[in-house]
């Protein structure tokens, strides 16, 4: 099983831009799909951005639709989220995970994923 670390979270204003980056250990990288979540305080684990199972294309949360950006190096066994134009209501928890193939519609929920990381603040003040 893969053992996934986030970074790039923080503090930002509204309107601003952040980079989030996910680092993959293990050799196992090529087996799994890469994606995106977030949690607000009170509230329940949501999708964000993934890339279907070939790679070939990319999933986004309607909230996030044209101002996020997921992108992948593996070479580097990285994945990342380009957030911009961010908004107060993109405050959560941010979290990387990674799922085994599971059907072609299989990729919004959290139950999809086998491996997470542990998880990057990301602020939007106001």
């Known amino acids: 099983q893969m053992h996934l670390v986030e970074s790039g979270g923080g503090l930002v204003q509204a309107g601003g831009s952040l980079r989030l980056s996910c680092a993959a250990s293990?050799?196992?990288?090529?087996?799994?799909?890469m994606g995106w979540f977030r949690q607000a305080p009170g509230k329940g684990r949501e999708f964000v951005a993934t890339?279907?199972?070939?790679?070939?294309?990319?999933y986004y949360a309607d909230s996030v639709q044209g101002r996020f950006t997921i992108s992948r190096d593996d070479a580097k066994n990285m994945v990342f989220l380009q957030m911009n134009s961010l908004k107060p209501e993109d405050t959560a928890v941010y979290y990387c995970a990674g799922r085994m193939y599971c059907g072609a519609s299989c990729y919004a929920s959290p139950g999809d994923y086998v491996s997470w990381g542990q998880g990057t603040q990301v602020t939007v003040s106001a």
């Open positions: 890339f279907s199972w070939s790679g070939g294309s990319t």
């Open positions: 293990g050799r196992t990288f090529g087996r799994y799909a």
